[in-house]
T-cell receptor, first 113, second 112 residues
């Protein structure tokens, strides 16, 4: 049972445009959500997180939106740059219950010059 | 520099030949974990450890063993590797169970 789903395996965007990566979850107990970025031949690195008490968190060009009623979160990258080309994983946990991080399948973003 | 170090980075082996992938972190983290990454399946947890001498199965533990004798080290052991264990493996650590994970650079294992 996949509790965290990223239904788009890949996404291609033009440089300067907005990239929107989506993630859905099924467990209503999840209260903490993160996005990780992974370049080839490297380990995933933390990008941005959001707690369930918020619906938006922004860090520079990266913004994460959380819609709890829809059990959906999204990562917006504006403007997209070629260096953003990577695989993006969303992850979720039921932090208040001591739950571990559950990862989605990942979305490969390609930003074309 | 805070880091998670895993070795080897690349390994080609044959079915049945025991191997160990080492993992070490220098951040004094309590929690460590192993993941495998396969196309279309994302990151799946193999085993995790909450502290020294405390380990537990993740989602895909079959065919793997771990140990946590020291806080900084968390080796992954494949006693009798099989081709379906060909994968990209990541070790990770964090201050606590659901905290921000710090990942190693990955170990690409091929079992022939």
């Amino acid at each position: 049972d996949q509790q965290v789903k990223q239904n788009s395996p890949s996404l291609s965007v033009q440089e300067g445009r907005i990239s929107i990566l989506n993630c859905d979850y099924t467990n209503s107990m999840f209260d903490y959500f993160l996005w990780y970025k992974k370049y080839p031949a490297e380990g995933p690195t933390f990008l941005i997180s959001i707690s369930s008490i918020k619906d938006k968190n922004e860090d520079g060009r990266f913004t994460v939106f959380l819609n709890k009623s829809a059990k959906h979160l999204s990562l917006h990258i504006v403007p997209s740059q070629p260096g953003d080309s990577a695989v993006y994983f969303c992850a979720a946990s039921a932090r208040n219950q001591g739950g571990k991080l559950i990862f989605g399948q990942g979305t490969e973003l390609s930003v074309k010059p | 520099e805070a880091q998670v170090t895993q070795n080897p980075r690349y390994l080609i082996t044959v079915t049945g030949k025991k191997l160990t992938v080492t993992c070490s972190q220098n951040m004094n983290h309590e929690y460590m974990s192993w993941y495998r990454q396969d196309p279309g399946l994302g990151l799946r947890q193999i085993y995790y450890s909450m502290n020294v001498e405390v380990t537990d199965k993740g989602d895909v533990p079959e065919g793997y063993k771990v140990s946590r004798k020291e806080k900084r080290n968390f080796p992954l052991i494949l006693e009798s590797p099989s081709p379906n264990q060909t994968s990209l493996y990541f070790c990770a650590s964090s201050l606590y169970l659901a905290g921000e994970l710090f990942f190693g650079e990955g170990s690409r294992l091929t079992v022939l």
